[in-house]
């Protein structure tokens, strides 16, 4: 029963045009339309029919990205803020076992900042969940979709920073491994994002270019890194 019930909406969602269709032929050819009207009839409900599913295959498209944005956020919380092991923000705390006072102010700045971006990430995640259950995470994709890459784009420039930094003094081999570890999770997200953006952009109207998405810098005379570049995502 719930097998012919499956067959039955199937049918109703996406054959109502052929039904409908062979139906009018069926009726025409009974009673004896001209053929104009019946052709015009015909034409009218086919071209319905292939609007129908143009948007069917759109929506569905749609929510498959949904998906991936929801899961790409809630990975990036994960993994790179917070208290994780992978977040820029602890490799920065690593530099208070050097001996510059200068770097240390630096690095007690970025922590301010590392608790602000913990908290505007926690309240992202928790809108997107929220929104997600509730259905109306597609309604507004877009607004995700830009404040995502805000809050990355905010990230990334500690991410710069702190290479910029490494680049000019004697870092620790240690940590210099440790960032090399962050820099290529990271790239790997940077990269999925942009493929999320590509595939948005060409069904949706979105301003944000892939490329505005950057990659970390890789630092030289660390320890050979492996990419995770198809890691499989979790539910967040």
């Not at 104009?36 to 295959?57: D, P, S, Y």
Request: net charge negative; glycine share 6%.
């Amino acid at each position: 029963m719930v097998t012919l019930f499956k067959m039955f909406k199937t049918v109703l969602v996406w054959g109502w045009s052929p039904v409908i269709i062979a139906t009018i032929a069926l009726v025409g050819f009974y009673y004896g339309w001209e053929f104009w009207m019946l052709a015009t009839f015909l034409g009218v409900i086919l071209l319905a029919g292939l609007i129908f599913i143009i948007i069917r295959e759109s929506d569905k498209e749609l929510e498959a990205i949904v998906m991936r944005l929801r899961q790409q956020a809630g990975y990036f919380s994960r993994r790179f803020t917070g208290t994780s092991s992978l977040s820029i923000f602890a490799i920065i705390d690593t530099l208070f076992n050097l001996e510059d006072p200068q770097l240390w102010d630096w690095a007690r700045s970025c922590d301010m900042c590392a608790r602000l971006l913990d908290t505007w990430f926690d309240s992202f995640i928790h809108r997107i969940e929220g929104d997600a259950g509730s259905g109306r995470f597609s309604v507004y994709i877009r607004v995700y979709l830009n404040e995502l890459w805000i809050l990355n784009n905010h990230y990334y420039e500690f991410a710069e920073q702190f290479y910029e930094i490494a680049e000019k003094i004697d870092l620790p081999p240690a940590t210099r491994d440790h960032y090399n570890r962050f820099a290529a999770e990271y790239n790997t997200f940077v990269q999925n994002f942009r493929d999320t953006i590509s595939e948005l952009r060409a069904i949706s109207a979105t301003n944000i270019e892939p490329p505005s998405v950057k990659m970390a810098e890789m630092l030289a005379g660390g320890a050979p890194v492996k990419s995770r570049r198809d890691y499989e995502y979790d539910e967040y």
